[in-house]
C-alpha cells in the first residue's frame, strides 16, 4: 500500500487558469507535509512547506486538512513557467519520509 | 555555495558490471538521503543516514544494493552486480537538522544497465 497518493495527471490548463492538487496520505501519525516541485530531467526542489493553519506565497497557496488526511496545493493565475511534476511529501515519525509519484501539471499558451 | 553534488552524471553499463555513485552533501547538513527515481515507482527512498551513521536502510531492494558514509563530506552507493531493471536515475539529497527538514537533492545520477 502506497502512503502518499497523488493523481499523476496530466493536468493541462490554460495561462491564467487555476489549478488544484490533492495529496493523500494513509499514515495517520504523519506531521511533516511539503511540496516539491521537479521539471523534467531535473532534481526535485522544496516549493512550499505545509502547515496546520495553511499557508499561501504568492500565487501558491497549500493546505492541510488531518480528517480527511490530505494536503492541497492551489496555483492561481498558471504561467507557463509553472509547467512541472508536483510532489508532494509526507514524513511520520523521524525516518519515515514518503514521497508521492508526482503530479504532472502542463500550461498552455 | 555549492550544493550536493553527484557523480556521475550519467552511467551506461553492462548487465554484471559494478556500480559505484559518489555524493557530497552540503557543507555542514547531518542527515544523508539516497533515493531512486523511475516512471513506474516515483521516488524511493533507499537509505538514510544521520551523522554518518546508516539509520534505515529498509528501502535498500537487495544484497545487490550497499551504501557507506565514511565521513561527513562524501558517501556511496554501490550496485554490485549490476540488472537492466537497476535502470534509473539515483538522487542523493541532504539536509540540516532533523529529517523533517527541506531536503536539498543533487543533480542525479542516471544509470542504464544494458
Known amino acids: 500500500r502506497k502512503e502518499v497518493e497523488q493523481d499523476p495527471g496530466p493536468f493541462n490548463v490554460p495561462e491564467g487558469a487555476t489549478v488544484a492538487f490533492n495529496c493523500t496520505y494513509s499514515?495517520?501519525?504523519?506531521?511533516?507535509f511539503f511540496w516539491y516541485r521537479q521539471d523534467c530531467r531535473k532534481e526535485p526542489k522544496l516549493l512550499m512547506s505545509?502547515?496546520?493553519s495553511g499557508n499561501e506565497d504568492g500565487r501558491f497557496t497549500a493546505q492541510l486538512n488531518r480528517a480527511s488526511q490530505y494536503i492541497s496545493l492551489l496555483i492561481r493565475d498558471s504561467k507557463l513557467s509553472d509547467s512541472a511534476t508536483y510532489l508532494c511529501y509526507s514524513g511520520a515519525g523521524s525516518y519515515q519520509l514518503t514521497f508521492g509519484k508526482g503530479t504532472k501539471l502542463s500550461v498552455i499558451p | 555555495d555549492a550544493g550536493v553534488i553527484q557523480s556521475p552524471r550519467h552511467e551506461v553499463t553492462e548487465m554484471g558490471q559494478e556500480v559505484t555513485l559518489r555524493c557530497k552533501p552540503i557543507?555542514?547538513?547531518?542527515?544523508l538521503f539516497w533515493y531512486r527515481q523511475t516512471m513506474m515507482r516515483g521516488l524511493e527512498l533507499l537509505i538514510y543516514?544521520?551523522?554518518?551513521?546508516?539509520?534505515?536502510d529498509s528501502g535498500m531492494p537487495e544484497d545487490r544494493f550497499s551504501a557507506k558514509m565514511p565521513n561527513a563530506s562524501f558517501s556511496t552507493l554501490k550496485i554490485q552486480p549490476s540488472e537492466p531493471r537497476d535502470s534509473a536515475v539515483y538522487f542523493c539529497?541532504?539536509?540540516?537538522?532533523?529529517?523533517?527538514?527541506?531536503?536539498?537533492f543533487g543533480e542525479g545520477s542516471r544509470l542504464t544497465v544494458l
Open positions: 499514515n495517520s501519525a504523519s506531521q511533516s
Open positions: 543516514f544521520n551523522n554518518n551513521v546508516p539509520i534505515d
Open positions: 557543507s555542514g547538513h547531518n542527515s
Open positions: 505545509v502547515y496546520s
Open positions: 539529497a541532504s539536509s540540516l537538522g532533523n529529517p523533517k527538514g527541506e531536503l536539498f
